[in-house]
């Protein structure tokens, strides 16, 4: 059974920094390219960013480009998001997602909120 | 960038009923890959459709896509009452960065 649990989304003040972390497990981590997906509550998803199966590419969204930063140990079975530079605006629920061969995402964790507040 | 614009905004429907969902691209995909996700309240969202028309496994055959160009549809052929949440399509896989309609909610009339 695949699982993708989300961990690291605490309260932090503006300016701050945050680490989010992605256990996966119950398919081969290293054959896929991961996304972190983010949703305000009770509003719509943005995509914040991808990297590949190997860590050779990654992009971001321009509202996080610069600040964030993703990567990936596929020793551990695990993806991450360095969160720099918060801002209140930053703040949502985290997900992260499996990108299926066929581009789509196939599979999602629960997220884990990240709430950047003074 | 590429803007998925969902309508309605909320449809009314009672359990038995049709649900026709549209997505509207700003530009035309070139190629089909637009995905229709569900999101229950508390839950993350799951994919039903990609490719504009395949069903993702284990999603029953009431929910089937169309479209191509900048028109895609969702429809729930006959509304069920877990069915009741809110839709989002999705445009992957060409054009980065990839986005999100805003979201359709099938509420119980």
């Known amino acids: 059974e695949v699982q993708l649990v989300e961990s690291g989304g605490v309260v932090v003040q503006p300016g701050g920094s945050l680490r989010l972390s992605c256990a996966a497990s119950?398919?081969?981590?290293?054959?896929?390219?991961m996304h972190w997906v983010r949703q305000v509550p009770g509003k719509g998803l943005e995509w914040v960013s991808l990297i590949t199966w190997d860590s050779g590419a990654t992009f971001y969204a321009d509202s996080v480009r610069g600040r964030f930063t993703i990567s990936r140990d596929n020793s551990k079975n695990s993806l991450y998001l360095q969160m720099n530079s918060l801002r209140t605006e930053d703040t949502a629920l985290y997900y992260c997602a499996k990108e299926d061969y066929l581009r789509f995402y196939d599979y999602w964790g629960q997220g884990t909120l990240v709430t950047v507040s003074s | 960038e590429i803007v998925l614009t969902q309508s309605p905004g909320t449809l009314s429907l009672s359990p038995g009923e049709r649900a026709t969902l549209s997505c509207r691209a700003s530009q035309s995909l070139s190629i089909n890959y637009v995905a229709w996700y569900q999101q229950k309240p508390g839950q993350a969202p799951r994919v039903l459709i990609y490719?504009?028309?395949s069903r993702a496994t284990g999603i029953p055959d009431r929910f089937s896509g169309s479209g191509s160009g900048t028109d895609f549809t969702l429809t729930i052929s006959r509304l069920e009452p877990e069915d009741f949440a809110v839709y989002y399509c999705q445009q992957y896989g060409t054009s980065l960065p990839w986005t999100f309609g805003q979201g359709t909610k099938v509420e119980i009339k």
């Open positions: 490719g504009a028309s």
């Open positions: 119950g398919f081969t981590f290293d054959d896929y390219t």
